[in-house]
Each structure stands twice: as structure tokens, then as C-alpha cells.
């Protein structure tokens, strides 16, 4: 079993930059990938951003380039994503992901709120 537990969500103006952390716990391995995904109100989940937690290479939403960062702290087992720039259109519930092969774990969602 692998455990996430996320946050830092909240409410923030338009322009505005907020921190989500994730942190995982439970049967981990050293080669997998942490990644963020939101939903928006009526809209299907998407692939917001994920990083290689051995390599460090990430990948982001063309939505969200040049303004989200994901990173991560191995002594920590964290992984964070700091948004900048923040639009009305990031509103959404942010989860955060674990993937290993077949293996795929979700945590509990925190809500993100952009006010315009």
C-alpha cells in the first residue's frame, strides 16, 4: 500500500501562486512517478504535471508551462507544486498521484480556488 497525503490548497486572487505538497509514504520504490492531476466542476480529470522521482525529469500541461513547477524532496518523500501566475481557469481539485508499473495510487484531492 502507498499512502499520499496532500496540501496546501485554499483560495487566492487571480495573479496569485500557491505551494501543493504531497507526501508519500507506505510500499514505495526508487523508480516511479509522482504526478499532479486536477478537475474542474463538470470537466474530466487532466494531467496537470509529473516527475521522475529517480531522474528528475518532469513534464508539464501545455496549459500550465511557464507558470507550475514540480519538484521534489527525496528526504523528504514530497513532492510539491508551486503555481504561479495563477488564472480563474486553474480552479479545480488537485490530486496527487503515484504510478509504478501497474501500480497507481491517488490521494485525497485538495481544493485550489482562483477568485478573478
Known amino acids: 500500500q502507498v499512502q499520499l497525503v496532500e496540501s496546501g490548497g485554499g483560495l487566492v486572487q487571480a495573479g496569485g501562486s500557491l505551494r501543493l505538497s504531497c507526501a508519500v509514504s507506505g510500499r514505495i520504490f526508487s523508480d516511479y512517478i509522482m504526478g499532479w492531476f486536477r478537475q474542474a466542476p463538470g470537466k474530466e480529470r487532466e494531467f496537470v504535471a509529473n516527475i521522475n522521482w529517480r531522474g528528475g525529469s518532469t513534464s508539464y500541461a501545455d496549459s500550465v508551462k511557464g507558470r507550475f513547477t514540480i519538484s521534489r524532496d527525496i528526504a523528504k518523500n514530497t513532492v510539491y507544486l508551486q503555481m504561479n501566475s495563477l488564472k480563474s481557469e486553474d480552479t479545480a481539485v488537485y490530486s496527487c498521484?503515484?504510478?509504478?508499473?501497474?501500480?497507481?495510487?491517488w490521494g485525497q484531492g485538495t481544493q485550489v480556488t482562483v477568485s478573478s
Open positions: 498521484n503515484w504510478k509504478w508499473g501497474f501500480l497507481d495510487y
